[in-house]
């Protein structure tokens, strides 16, 4: 055009249209399947990993004594509270005997009674056999009848029976006060060991039946952790591994201990093994029992392979592998995986070499068809 | 040639080009409203995704998991696991709640997931954004960026805290909320297991119960407790299926032998957007026709004033001799112009405004077509009544009279 | 495009039928020959501009005969099928105000019937830029309508009409918005270019400063024409 009209105009316009038309070409290249799919890198390193599992469980008391009468009663006195601590032998309450005392007076005024027996039996058996030796002389003389001899001869054999009776009479009655008296003495409520009180069940005045716990105490030098691990990640767990105990209301603190044992029977229902770990050292104040803590196990460290973040294992067309790049291309590569540690490192046992490049976080699910553009946090993350 | 319509609008291009910025919003937010439903139809589809389940198996009778509740015993997927064809076989739990972190709670599905070195199992998130994967078996999670968590965050679900560890993306349940993935135990737990408040009281009921507590049987009390506070359910069974199986027959042998509800890919995605999002798409429908007839209502009438403007002119081209053709063709050409640039305008501002709406808007390339040529054909419909008009202007008006 | 200017012969139009019909034209003889510029006076309601519309093949005359050049373009009916191109290829128009196309600038309006005919862009351009440099108004050739003076716009207008080179070009109260001065200038132009292009040129006017410039004035009163010698006095 030889005369270009409004030219101002025209230009003012193509500033508008231009940058609306480069941004929709932007806009339809940036989103829809055109679009490049961000995604970061990083490059697999050869390192060892030191994997580690991770469980969960309470703290238990390998020894619990529940302390209590054997004969129903009533709770006289309990001198101990929750938390204190007693030494063997330390008296911690007694039971009220209730009738136990009037009974063994009457066992003791029976023993009396069978005694007084006694010493009329013996009297009845030393006349007796006084008579029966009378009248054997003077049957041997002639003096009497066979038959009056017999009958002297029968109320000595009578009274010899009634001697025995008493005599075991007073046996019983000694064994049966003997019974009473040591029932008298297990009211005392007598600590085993060394311990501290972790329950009081009863106070004074409280009817206990027999066989009832009043106070249950335990050995703190017994305290430990029976922790639960899944069986899927419990590869390689043993006894004397150490481990680091972290108790649910001590966050901040990782108390160190071991494994002391696995359990031979693993819970069928919840698919766990059951670990015991213990302290090296038991925590002060003492953790309650029960309570829940977080164990982790520390395995021994393993050589150095080829190792991957976890986030970089994908699965594509029923395989497991990762999306490796080369020169910016991708393709996906089935590996197979070795352990892993707690921090997400895993190992690659086939399918990766120390410095091939791969993709660790996608904007979206790959495929081999996509274009990729390579950055350092995906957007969208906050930090 | 010249070409009228181009020299009025370049003579009048502030008018023209602002009508079609108010146009293209409106464009916009058809397309946006387009995108929603995509993005709701998107939402369900992805949910099946990545689960990366071949079939489901829930509670027998039910729509379960995602669209009714399911419960089956956790137990179930090992006699799955030995049916011929299944290659992997994984628990789940879906409960969608209330996430606490600090002040704030976002409203998300929880995802209970097998973890440790169950690589790719089905449920787990297939791809990261950051962080990593749950390792431990416990109080960890990943959750979707969508929920505003970051690393490092502690979340609350019910009494449990659970440090977030990894980040993923476009992980929603069918109806947007985003997901935690947290260990399956913690999420059964979290699934079945009543508040502290609510098991203290349960016990205290257990406990004056004389059946559940005899004098003479001091373990009964502990024991009724302990299982009343333990769970063994999970909410399905995902299963995935080895290449040379036919899923049908799969999910018939489950049925048939497991006496469960089975349900394929297909039918749960009939499930999920037949029944699940049925009225609220038929919703957005509604709303995306009664948006089309607006646009074209206004279309219609910007070009009818544009063209009223210049009924004058018009008469003037008329006399002097000016075609039908000629001025008819300046009309409509003004109107697809202005489509044009209402259509650039809308799919910009619905492709920057989509990525601000809670939930997911899936703004699709056919979609974007189609809304193009209905754009243009709206266009030329709405300028015939304009042609109309500016053909029925009498030459005579234009000399005085 | 020289032609033999136009002739009308016992032109008559009646608007509406029966007894509401109204005879706006009874009887019109007029001829005017190219190069030459006549007045059509009258008062209001007298026929004047039924008579343009007429002229104009904008709307159909009820009888009689009209000659455009050496073509009968009526003769108690329409004699030529495509009234737009012959509006457009014989009949020029300048109206009494200008209306211009305010989209296009001057050389476009001037330029757009070619354009719009099919003569290519540039030399449709480079001929109105001839007729405007004629009209002294080539300094204005890129400006818009809406930047010109009412004179100029005049100019442009009657440079439009002029562009096809019509046998004819017929001029709607070309004045009326124009003081004296002015006025004089565009009819001075009008003789101009009348002579120039041997146009045949119809001034409608009630301006009484410039009907004595006139050679020839047709005086129309309820529908009929009278046709009187005018002054032919100077422009100045």
Sequence with gaps: MKTIPFQRRTLAL???????LALLVYVALRSGPLALVAVTETEVESRPIRPALYGIGTVEARYTYKIGPTFAGRVKRLDVHVGDYVKAGQLLGEIDPVDLDDRVRSQEAALKRVKAVLRESTARQSYAEAQARRYEQLFAVRSISEEVLTTKQQE????????TAAREDIDSVRFDLEALRAQQENLRLIAPVDGVITLRDADPGTTVVAGQAVVEMIDPKSLWVNVRFDQVSAQGLAADLPAHIVLRSRKSETFTGRVLRMELKADVVTEEMLVKVVFDEIPVPLPPIGELAEVTVDLPALPATPTIPNAAIQRHSEQLGVWQITDGTLAFVPVTLGRADLDGAVQVLEGLRQGDRIVVYSEKALSPKNRIHIVEHLSGVLR | MISLAGRDILHSWGKFVFTGFGLGLLIGVTLVMAGVYRGMVDDGKVLLDNSGADLWVVQKDTLGPYAESSSINDDLYRSILALPGVTHASNVTY?????????????????????????????????LVAGRQITRGHYEAVADVATGFKLGDILTIRRNRYTVVGLTRRMVSSSGDPMVFIPLKDAQEAQFLKDNDAIWQSRRRTEV???????????????????????????AVLVRIAPSAVPDEVAESIRRWKRMTVYTRAQMEEILIGKLIATSSKQIGMFLVILAIVSAAIVA????????????????????????????AMIMQQALALGVIGFAVGK????????LFPKYVLLMPQDSIVGFFAVLVICALASVIAIRMALKVDPAEAIGG | MSGKGIRINGLRKRYGEGDTAVDALKSVDMQVAPGEVVGLVGPSGSGKSTLLKCLGAVIAPTAGEMVLGDEVIYDDGWRVRDLRALRRDKIGFVFQAPYLIPFLD?????????????????????????????????????????????GEQQRVAIARGLVNRPPVILADEPTAPLDSERAMAVIRILNEMAQEYETAIIVVTHDEKIIPTFKRVYHIRDGVTHEEAGEGKGFE
């Design chain 2, 348 to 355: 910009i501002t619905a492709t920057y405004a989509a990525p």
């Design chain 1, 156 to 163: 000595l054999q009578i009274a010899n029976a009634a001697l």
């Design chain 3, 106 to 150: 001057v050389t476009d309006n001037v330029a757009l019937l070619p354009m719009l005919a099919g003569v290519p862009n540039g030399e449709a351009r480079k001929h109105a830029l001839d007729l405007l440099t004629a009209l002294d108004v080539q300094h204005r050739a890129r400006a818009v309508p809406s930047q010109l003076s009412g």
């Design chain 2, 95 to 127: 409960l969608t709640m209330q996430v606490r972190m600090d002040e704030r709670d976002v409203r998300s599905m929880v995802v209970g997931i097998v973890p440790g070195e169950s690589w790719g199992a089905p449920g787990w998130p297939p791809y």
């Design chain 2, 301 to 328: 009438f910007i070009i009818y004033t544009l063209t009223m403007d210049k009924i004058r002119e018009i008469a003037v081209l008329k006399l002097i001799g000016t075609r039908n053709r000629t001025i008819a």
């Design chain 2, 209 to 235: 119960n004389p059946a559940f507590n005899r004098p003479g049987v001091p373990g009964l009390l502990d024991a009724i407790n302990a299982s009343q506070a333990s769970s063994n359910s999970v909410n």
């Design chain 1, 14 to 20: 193509i500033a508008v249209i231009v940058p609306l």
